[in-house]
């Protein structure tokens, strides 16, 4: 079936850390989608808006949320990046194709205990399941490592401790790979963190998203140190 293009109007549009955007779209007539897809924004050129290329970006909102969240981590020069950097604005109409992928959450009588890693923008799938399930009552055990390099990149914490406020079965760790000297929390690698915190490694289902790099050091790690089967790896890979 040939994907629907959907025109959707920006509703706000800020830089939330160093190098990181977020940003919100009015959700178009007719268009849903299951937490963990992303869509396919036809982005403009900077320097010549007529020419147009399609870019992934990952729906960080729930689908029971009335708007679309994005976060955007902004790579130099990128055309995404400095679409979203330079040119978008709120009140701007942007096209997007979706939804598509399958990075979704399993039900609960398949996977018991979930732990969603994540580095800067790969939070944003993960937010969006997590967010999701617990609106629908899933009162399975979930555990969110959250790391990017130095406090200017954090970003979204406030949120993910009042989530964990509200909802006793998740947990929320947040970590800096390069903190500088006054940095009070956990320090180190989102695979390092989970392996220093969570005690039932074997027993979770894993959700991770971020760079290749990382998804691929994660998915290594969880099959031969942590003991979890393939099938409850579940991965993401911002290329
Ligand atoms: C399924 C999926 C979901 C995704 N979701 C998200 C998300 O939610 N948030 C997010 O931040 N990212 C996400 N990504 C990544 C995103 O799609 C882009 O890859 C990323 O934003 C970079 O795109 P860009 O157009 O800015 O860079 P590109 O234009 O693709 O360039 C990539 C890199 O190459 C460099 N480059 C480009 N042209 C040249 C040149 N001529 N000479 C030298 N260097 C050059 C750029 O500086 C940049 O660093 C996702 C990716 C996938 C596959």
């Not at 293009?5 to 920006?10: F, H, V």
């Not at 690698?189 to 760079?211: F, K, M, N, W």
């Amino acid at each position: 079936m040939p994907l629907s293009t959907y025109s959707a109007r920006c509703t706000a549009h800020r830089k939330i850390a160093h190098d990181v955007y977020e940003f919100t779209l009015a959700t178009p007539k007719g268009f849903s989608f299951q937490a963990g897809q992303f869509v396919m924004f036809l982005v403009p050129l900077v320097d010549n808006p007529a020419d147009v290329q399609g870019r992934a970006f990952s729906i960080a909102s729930a689908p029971s949320e009335p708007e679309l969240l994005f976060v955007a981590k902004i790579k130099e020069g990128g055309r995404a990046g400095r679409w979203i950097a330079e040119m978008l604005k709120a009140g701007d109409d942007v096209k997007f194709q979706g939804p598509l992928g399958n990075f979704t959450l399993a039900p609960a009588g398949k996977e018991q205990r979930l732990l969603f890693l994540a580095t800067c923008s790969g939070i944003a799938p993960l937010r969006s399941q997590m967010l999701e399930a617990l609106r629908q009552g899933d009162k399975r055990m979930m555990d969110m490592a959250f790391c990017v390099r130095t406090e200017e990149d954090l970003f979204w914490t406030k949120e993910l401790a009042a989530i964990a406020q509200e909802y006793p079965n998740v947990h929320v760790h947040v970590s800096l790979s390069q903190p500088s000297s006054g940095w009070k929390g956990l320090t180190g690698h989102v695979q390092d963190i989970a392996s220093r915190v969570i005690t039932d490694l074997p027993e979770r289902s894993i959700y991770v998203c971020g760079g290749p790099e990382m998804v691929k050091a994660v998915r290594i790690k969880a099959e031969q140190e942590w003991k979890i089967p393939k099938q409850r790896i579940h991965s993401e890979d911002y290329v």
